[in-house]
């Protein structure tokens, strides 16, 4: 199992979050809540509103998301659904634990006294330059005050 970080439209409540419970895709298991230790911007951009993770360290904010503990099934359809590596690219960042599912779970015993985990995130450092101007939000919502909505694959 690998410990996953969304932060976008695959979270509870958000246009994706079905893949996340289709089990014909793979397991994922909701460990708990948490945000980035690093600042990073998240925009929200092109003409399908999707939302990124600009892959730049110390700018931006905290980023909300939740945690989840994933199979190989399911890595392999995120990083396709992810279109990693072009539009994404998965890597290793550490997310600091504001609440677990459960007491004793899997994660809570793999996190560090501090409360940090290492977690596998998509984000991008392959954006057009100009996305760097967007504004940067520290948590997201597609039918958020921003206006912005999400427009599902199957509707493009």
Same mark, same amino acid.
């Given at each position: 199992?690998?410990?996953?970080?969304? !932060?976008?439209?695959?979270?509870?409540g958000q246009? +994706?979050?079905?893949?996340?419970?289709?089990?014909?895709?793979?397991?994922?298991?909701?460990?708990?809540? /948490?945000?980035?230790?690093?600042?990073?911007?998240?925009?929200?951009?092109?003409?399908?509103?999707i939302p990124?993770? @600009? +892959?730049?360290?110390?700018?931006?904010?905290?980023?909300? /998301?939740?945690?989840?503990?994933?199979?190989?099934?399911?890595? *392999?359809?995120?990083?396709?659904?992810?279109?990693?590596?072009?539009?994404?690219?998965?890597?290793?960042?550490?997310? *600091?634990?504001?609440?677990?599912?459960?007491?004793?779970?899997?994660?809570?015993?793999?996190? %560090?006294?501090?409360? #940090? @985990?290492?977690?596998? #995130?998509?984000?991008?450092?392959?954006?057009?330059?100009?996305?760097? %101007?967007?504004?940067?939000?520290?948590?997201?919502?597609?039918? %958020?005050?921003?206006?912005?909505? !999400?427009?599902?694959?199957?509707?493009?």
């Open positions: 199992m690998a410990r996953v970080f969304v !932060y976008g439209t695959l979270k509870k246009p +994706n979050y079905k893949h996340m419970i289709n089990t014909a895709k793979g397991l994922a298991k909701f460990q708990g809540r /948490g945000h980035t230790v690093e600042k990073y911007p998240l925009v929200i951009a092109g003409k399908y509103n990124y993770m @600009l +892959n730049i360290p110390g700018t931006g904010h905290h980023i909300a /998301g939740e945690i989840y503990s994933v199979d190989e099934q399911m890595l *392999q359809f995120l990083d396709e659904f992810e279109g990693c590596p072009d539009m994404y690219q998965r890597t290793l960042m550490r997310i *600091q634990v504001v609440e677990w599912e459960g007491k004793g779970g899997v994660g809570e015993a793999r996190a %560090g006294p501090d409360g #940090v @985990l290492e977690c596998f #995130v998509y984000s991008t450092a392959t954006y057009p330059p100009e996305w760097v %101007g967007l504004p940067y939000y520290d948590s997201y919502d597609s039918s %958020g005050k921003h206006g912005l909505s !999400y427009v599902l694959r199957e509707s493009r």
